[in-house]
């Protein structure tokens, strides 16, 4: 078939298994899988992969002179619920002025939401 299909997103950053390690704990996803820079974790719906990049830099979001390429939008039940263990975890809160989603930072700067349902 010429219809391709979605097999991963991929984020750059300075360690895989720190990073991919986050998101599996956050999304409550089995531990990433380490190759040679690289980790990989797959769970209900998807699978994110993660790609070592020496000298990454974090984007400078909402704007500056590495803005944002892209961010996740994560759907939850609970907004607030969601948010304690998403900062337990590591991230970093950055707006919460919108009723229906916040923006928050990974541990490396890649911009996601968490977004009610």
């Not at 040679?36 to 070592?52: K, L």
């Amino acid at each position: 078939m010429s219809v391709p299909t979605l097999g991963a997103i991929v984020l750059d950053c300075p360690d895989p298994m720190a990073l991919g390690g986050f998101y599996a704990r956050l999304l409550d996803w089995p531990a990433p899988k380490p190759e040679e820079g690289w980790a990989t974790i797959t769970g209900g719906g998807g699978r994110i992969d993660f790609q070592q990049v020496d000298d990454y830099a974090a984007p400078t979001w909402p704007e500056g002179e590495r803005p944002q390429q892209l961010h996740l939008d994560l759907t939850v039940d609970d907004l607030d619920a969601a948010h304690d263990r998403a900062v337990g975890l590591g991230a970093r809160l950055v707006d919460d002025s919108h009723r229906t989603f916040r923006v928050y930072l990974d541990p490396v700067g890649h911009p996601f939401c968490l977004c009610a349902s």
